[in-house]
Nanobody, 122 residues
Framework: QLVESGGGLVQPGGSLRLSCEHS????????IAWFRQVPGKEREGVSCISTSDTYYTDPVKGRFSISTNNVKNTVYLQMNSLKPEDAAVYYC???????????????????WGQGTHVNVSS
């Protein structure tokens, strides 16, 4: 089970932190990723973290940061300098791989979270 939280409405330039509790899935065995989806488009891999690597899609590099608290079995996505084009439903996902590189795509997702809405608007 994945438990997501942290979505909401923020003005452009603002920040949000998404959380994903993944107590059933060990980071040693499964990378944890964030995807996002807007209506009419496919889900896009945004960021990923594993015990050996991290991944960011180009549009969020330098603005988003992914981290983990291993005691709480929680992965965080800190989103800064948010833009209107970042608005989407964000999904936490467990990958069927211990690595992020080349695997932060839907075909590698073994389990999805329920999604949390991020709105960026003035």
């Amino acid at each position: 089970q994945l438990v997501e939280s942290g979505g909401g409405l923020v003005q452009p330039g603002g920040s949000l932190r998404l959380s994903c509790e993944h107590s059933r899935f060990a980071l040693d065995d499964h990378a944890i990723a964030w995807f996002r989806q807007v209506p009419g488009k496919e889900r896009e891999g945004v960021s990923c973290i594993s015990t050996s690597d991290t991944y960011y899609t180009d549009p969020v590099k330098g603005r988003f940061s992914i981290s983990t608290n291993n005691v709480k079995n929680t992965v965080y996505l800190q989103m800064n300098s948010l833009k209107p084009e970042d608005a989407a439903v964000y999904y936490c996902a467990v990958l069927a791989s211990p690595f992020c590189r080349g695997r932060t795509v839907e075909v590698w997702v073994g389990f999805w979270g329920q999604g949390t809405h991020v709105n960026v608007s003035s």
